[in-house]
């Protein structure tokens, strides 16, 4: 595990690479990034607002189960059409999200720090894929349990797509698959395999490659096409980077 001098104290005041570290390192690490303690803790409100104005339990259970359902539809658009997007780095507005929010993790993809999204875009985010579902199905009671339910749902998916970036073969077949579909995605082609977990809308709408040999590889897999003749014209991810990423990782890809 890699290590850079930092002004913070403690577990994050080191660099943690994916690649270079073990499962037991990853365990560790999870129940220690402050997303994970946010989405936990905002699970945990969640559900003692349903405690507070119950909905039944069949209106529960489809609110639950309405909210894991949308979540595999919900990350493909937002990854396919937000976070790939060409149109988030032309504003000064949003460069800065963009950056922030895929760009790094692009450039970077077994820097754990940047992987996990920034929270001021992903609670809202889930609040408003879940809230109104969960409360057409229960009122207020829907709605919390739909909340809490997605926000487990991230927390399950970003484990997964830490165990995707993991220098470690997985022994479970699915495990493996979804893994190889993922590390295809960052460098091989990122204009498909927008799945984590779940591929059905990659098949659905024809962005699944189960090969590499499938499609050629992409000059723009780590940089997402934000080239030096992009910045030439839309500067600012480039302001706030200080340079245009490179056309390869910063860190070595995972085995």
């Known amino acids: 595990m890699s290590t850079v001098s930092s002004s913070r104290t403690g577990f994050w005041s080191r660099t943690h690479h994916l690649d270079r570290m073990n499962l037991r390192e990853l365990w560790i690490a999870y129940f220690q990034y402050p997303a994970i303690l946010a989405y936990i803790g905002c699970a945990a409100l969640a559900f003692g607002g349903w405690l507070y104005r119950p909905s039944s339990p069949l209106q529960t259970m489809a609110a639950i189960l309405a909210a894991v359902l949308i979540y595999p539809l919900v990350w493909y658009v937002l990854h396919r059409w937000v976070l790939h997007s060409k149109w ?19 450039q970077d993809p077994n820097n754990l720090e940047v992987l996990f999204g920034g929270l001021h875009t992903t609670l809202p985010t889930i609040l408003a894929a879940t809230a109104p579902v969960g409360w057409l199905i229960g009122g207020w009671g829907g709605a919390c349990m739909a909340i809490a339910a997605g926000l487990v749902t991230t927390c399950v998916y970003e484990f997964f797509h830490c165990i ?7 022994k479970n077949k699915w495990v493996a ?13 990122e204009d498909g395999n927008y799945g984590i977990t779940n591929y059905l809308w990659d098949r659905v709408f024809g962005t699944y490659y189960e090969r590499i040999g ?9 940089n997402l096409g934000y080239t030096a003749e992009v910045a030439k014209r839309y500067p600012h991810v480039a302001r706030l980077t200080g340079r245009v990423g490179p056309d390869r990782p910063t860190t070595r890809s995972a085995r």
Do not use: C
Request: hydrophobic letters at 25%; zero cysteines.
């Open 88 to 106: 988030m780095w032309r504003s000064s507005l949003l460069a800065g999200t963009w950056k922030r929010i895929h760009y790094d993790h692009h």
């Open 164 to 170: 995707q970036h993991l220098g470690y073969k997985p």
């Open 177 to 189: 698959h979804i893994k190889q579909r993922h590390l295809a995605h960052h460098f091989h082609n």
């Open 214 to 222: 499938e499609r050629k590889k992409s000059p723009t897999v780590h």
